[in-house]
């Protein structure tokens, strides 16, 4: 059967209401790639962890697992959400509440310094930051599916987010780099405390959503929907593709370790990098749009392991210094950036369309939970293998790495994605 997805209407499109989704959807996700830990607190982090607090790359990559812990949960707030309404409200309340929380984390982070308050206030944002990410993308799988852009709202979350990551990367390399440790990661923190109070505020004025209550009908609708998520093929299909595509040995830790100490690269250098890269991704967005997404999601697949291994192994070629690293590390962020925003957006079309009714928030959160963990597993992995197995060689890891990609490959045809149908 027939498996692109079908276009928005012409009515869906001038819709005044779709519009000011498309606005909200664009401005939230920029918003979150600035808020997020991996925005622009990320480098001054980074940075931090290295100097202040001594840790190598295994230490700095255990010690930020446990942010992974609120992105693993992802579940457990899209059940709350699509079973329990706040103040009348499914989704608004809740987003309301939980960027007031990340306000709150992120002003006590710029407050201390000790090693153990400061995990804790990180642990805050992100519980506040990936509950509303939650909320944010159950709004835009019902409204999606509701108005038939999926794609389009997808398309726009992801370039305003890589928007968001050049100007976090560029101004979080700055940050890094002009004052001491210290006084970079709390100018940071204060500076991204903007972000969640600008969700808050639009996100209240902008959805349409009529009050609820927890009356035995809407119950009933939510727990088939669950019902629902659990016989679905598609989104076994989906979730097993997840696991094994982000199963394997990452090196952005040892990475960054390597061209702070080894290529000598500065740290306003190392923020341009993300900035490149990012610039790849929204490059990767059009593309997808343009020419990836109404073709077969077997073809994205392929094309996604093929291109994601060779921009894997293509750092081999970079690491070692030479009057040429900063060059070639600028073309390969630039490349890593496209391809690995085209195996993103493949598949999170594809998990936006197994979403179940009733249960969007829940299912999606599923799906995001499997990425976050298992590529926080990733990490921790490959920061472990390049101590204690290759004592700090970098070649083997990137290798593996590439390898366990394009072990995907072979995995396909048992997944029979290719069987799976895909507009619902």
């Not at 939650?134 to 409204?143: F, K, P, S, T």
């Not at 009529?210 to 629902?228: I, P, Q, Y």
């Not at 004592?391 to 799976?420: D, H, M, Q």
Request: proline fraction near 4%; charged fraction near 10%.
């Amino acid at each position: 059967m027939e498996n692109t997805p079908p276009l928005a209407s012409q009515e869906s499109i001038n819709n005044p209401y779709v519009n000011h989704l498309i606005f909200l959807f664009g401005i939230v996700y920029f918003a979150q790639g600035i808020a997020q830990s991996g925005g622009l607190i990320s480098l001054p982090l980074n940075y931090y962890l290295k100097e202040v607090m001594q840790l190598n790359e295994v230490g700095a990559t255990n010690y930020l697992t446990i942010l992974t812990i609120p992105w693993a949960i992802k579940p457990l707030y899209g059940l709350v959400s699509d079973f329990i309404s706040l103040f009348g409200y499914r989704r608004k309340s809740w987003l309301l509440v939980l960027n007031i929380l990340t306000c709150i984390g992120y002003l006590w982070l710029a407050e201390i310094a000790d090693g153990d308050q400061l995990i804790m206030a990180l642990l805050l944002t992100a519980i506040g930051t990936a509950a509303s990410d939650v909320i944010i993308d159950a709004l835009m799988v019902e409204n999606g599916r509701k108005f038939n852009m999926i794609v389009q709202f997808q398309a726009v979350q992801w370039f305003w987010f890589y928007v968001a990551q050049i100007v976090t990367s560029i101004l979080g390399g700055w940050l890094a780099e002009m004052a001491d440790p210290n006084t970079g990661l709390r100018t940071a923190a204060i500076i991204t405390m903007v972000a969640p109070a600008i969700i808050a505020i639009l996100s209240w004025l902008i959805v349409k959503e009529e009050k609820t209550t927890m009356d035995l009908v809407s119950l009933k609708a939510t727990v088939t929907g669950l019902r629902e998520t659990f016989q679905s093929r598609l989104l076994w299909a989906t979730m097993l593709f997840l696991i094994l595509w982000n199963f394997s040995p990452g090196f952005g830790i040892p990475i960054y370790y390597h061209m702070t100490d080894t290529l000598k690269f500065s740290q306003s250098f190392i923020g341009h990098l993300g900035a490149i890269g990012s610039t790849g991704s929204i490059l990767g967005a059009w593309l997808y749009g343009k020419y990836i997404s109404n073709r077969s999601i077997d073809f994205q697949l392929v094309f996604s392991i093929i291109t994601s291994a060779l921009s894997t192994f293509s750092y081999l070629g970079a690491i070692t210094p030479t009057p040429y690293s900063g060059e070639l590390f600028i073309a390969l962020s630039f490349f890593f950036g496209i391809t690995s925003m085209i195996a993103l957006l493949a598949i999170l079309t594809l998990a936006g369309k197994a979403c179940p009714e009733r249960a969007e928030g829940f299912t999606f959160a599923v799906l995001m939970s499997v990425i976050n963990g298992f590529a926080q597993l990733s990490a921790v992995m490959g920061s472990w293998m390049l101590v204690n197995w290759f004592e700090g060689y970098l070649p083997p890891l990137i290798i593996l790495s590439g390898a366990a990609t394009l072990f995907c490959l072979f995995l396909l045809p048992n997944l029979k994605v290719k069987r799976v149908e895909v507009s619902q």
